[in-house]
């Protein structure tokens, strides 16, 4: 066990998956005996089995751990913050096991193995990357895609450099294997956003059926959003974020919830690494790798905005990170950056762009 104190003022305890007292699976969460505070009454310590997070309930130990296998990416996070002197404790607090081998008995039902993808969205997968190139130039031929991206207020250039694609159904209708024109089918018609996942690219679809020029973006939605529709948008698996590769992400990044935001960012001068969109997808904290500093949090303005923003905010300030809050002002403009851009103009990104700058200052100091 390595105990880090982060420069928020917590004490975060790091344990391995062998370190846990008699842990007992309890669907999400594993329940263990806390070895921390040394109770062997009752499991009080209760971690995410997803997260890596947990918490012992006892009062008088109240405990943050993280266990480092379920975690490896912030377990690693921590660890460099930790030897690069951000701590001001001299020297890890090592402290011996105990109970190693009621342990090491039950640790098989903690082992959660990834879900196999079902062959038919490999396939989808597969086939949708063979056609990106085509797809690229599907875009730049699309009087009605580049229409729709037009009233969204992206420019076709800003799309293309961001990956965006396109797939009409003419490009499905002329494949020659049957199969593939039947797994492509529910693709057609469709905006594509290229998304990149620790496990993989992926895309994300958005539905122009029935969409005409000078039709309102929220008249296309409740349109579509009708029983026996096309759905709104789709992914392939896996899924992921619309940005560019991990590698490539800025040390200070900007979440937004969906691709248009993000390409609403791109148009309004941010740079490309510094921009991700979640499009639906969850911000798992592993998923952050090492080299983030800080972060700002500008979803919607409604309640499912609201909400990943408290969720989101307390698993990067737990892992070191800064955060800033920018969500859009609650007024008649929107609720997304998007809508507000195409409403108001540039000046609806100011709040944006001034946290952005504001987080960068703060990290650079
Ligand atoms: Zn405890």
Request: proline share 7%; with cysteine; glycine share 6%.
């Amino acid at each position: 066990m390595l105990t880090i104190h982060t420069q928020q003022g917590r004490n975060i305890e790091i344990v391995l998956q062998s370190e846990l007292c008699d842990p007992l699976n309890l669907g999400e969460y594993v329940r263990a005996y806390c070895h921390i505070h040394g109770s062997d009454h009752q499991r009080s310590l209760s971690i995410n089995k997803t997260t890596g997070w947990g918490h012992c309930f006892n009062a008088a130990c109240n405990a943050t751990v993280l266990v480092a296998e379920w975690n490896p990416t912030v377990a690693k996070r921590l660890i460099q913050l930790y030897y690069r002197g951000f701590s001001s404790v001299p020297s890890p607090s090592y402290r011996s096991q105990r109970k190693q081998s009621t342990v090491l008995v039950s640790q098989p039902v903690l082992l959660h193995l990834p879900k196999a993808t079902p062959k038919w969205q490999q396939d989808e997968l597969a086939a949708l990357l063979s056609l990106d190139e085509q797809m690229r130039k599907a875009l730049i031929h699309s009087q009605r895609a580049q229409a729709y991206l037009n009233e969204r207020g992206i420019p076709l250039n800003v799309a293309l450099v961001s990956g965006v694609r396109y797939l009409p159904p003419a490009m499905i209708n002329n494949l020659e294997a049957q199969k593939q024109r039947a797994i492509l089918r529910r693709w057609e018609e469709r905006i594509l956003f290229p998304l990149a996942s620790p496990a993989g690219k992926g895309y994300i679809g958005r539905s122009l059926w029935h969409w005409q020029p000078g039709m309102d973006e929220n008249a296309h939605k409740s349109l579509l959003d009708q029983p026996r529709r096309p759905r709104r948008w789709i992914k392939t698996n896996p899924a992921g974020w619309f940005g560019v590769d991990f590698d490539q992400l800025s040390s200070s990044i900007i979440l937004v919830e969906g691709a248009f935001d993000r390409l609403t960012l791109l148009v309004a001068g941010f740079d490309a690494p510094g921009v991700v969109a979640l499009v639906g997808t969850a911000a798992p904290i592993d998923w952050f790798p090492p080299h983030i500093k800080s972060v700002v949090l500008a979803f919607d303005g409604d309640l499912g905005g609201q909400e990943a923003t408290s969720r989101i905010e307390e698993q990067l300030m737990q892992a070191g990170i800064h955060v800033r809050l920018c969500l859009p002002p609650q007024d008649r403009w929107g609720k997304d950056w998007n809508e507000r851009w195409r409403r108001l103009g540039p000046e609806s990104l100011r709040p944006a762009l001034e946290a952005y700058a504001d987080l960068r200052k703060l990290v650079c100091s």
